[in-house]
C-alpha cells in the first residue's frame, strides 16, 4: 500500500495497492478491491527516487486518466517499487527504440 499526495489533484491522495504490468500500472482501492485508476508507462514523463526522504515523485502528462500532474508516493516499500517502474520504464523504452528501427528497414 502506497499514499499518494498531489497538489494538482487532491482527490487522488489516499492510499491505494499498485499493480503493475507489462505497460502501466493499476492504482486499486483496498478499502473496496476495485481500480481507481491506471496510467500507462508511455505516459510517465519523469519518476525520481527522493531517497533521504523516502519518497517517489512522478510526473505524468494530461494523456493520462488523472490528468497532469506531480504525484509523491510515500510507503514501506517505496524503494522496490521505484525500481520495478524504472525496469518497465527501461523495457519499454527498448520495445519503442526496437519499432522506430523495424520502420526504416528497406522493404
Not at 25 to 52: D, G
Request: aromatic content about 12%; hydrophobic content about 35%; proline content about 3%.
Amino acid at each position: 500500500v502506497e499514499l499518494i499526495r498531489c497538489r494538482e489533484h487532491p482527490e487522488r491522495e489516499r492510499e491505494y495497492v499498485l499493480q503493475f504490468y507489462v505497460d502501466g500500472i493499476k492504482f486499486w482501492l483496498p478499502e473496496t478491491n476495485t481500480v481507481s485508476f491506471e496510467w500507462k508507462i508511455k505516459s510517465i514523463r519523469r519518476a525520481q527516487y527522493h531517497n533521504n526522504v523516502g519518497k517517489v515523485e512522478i510526473e505524468v502528462g494530461r494523456s493520462t486518466e488523472t490528468g497532469e500532474g506531480h504525484f509523491y508516493f510515500i510507503g514501506l516499500t517505496i524503494g522496490e517499487m521505484f525500481h520495478l517502474l524504472k525496469e518497465r520504464i527501461e523495457v519499454m523504452s527498448k520495445v519503442a527504440s526496437l519499432k522506430r528501427r523495424g520502420n526504416n528497414l528497406p522493404k
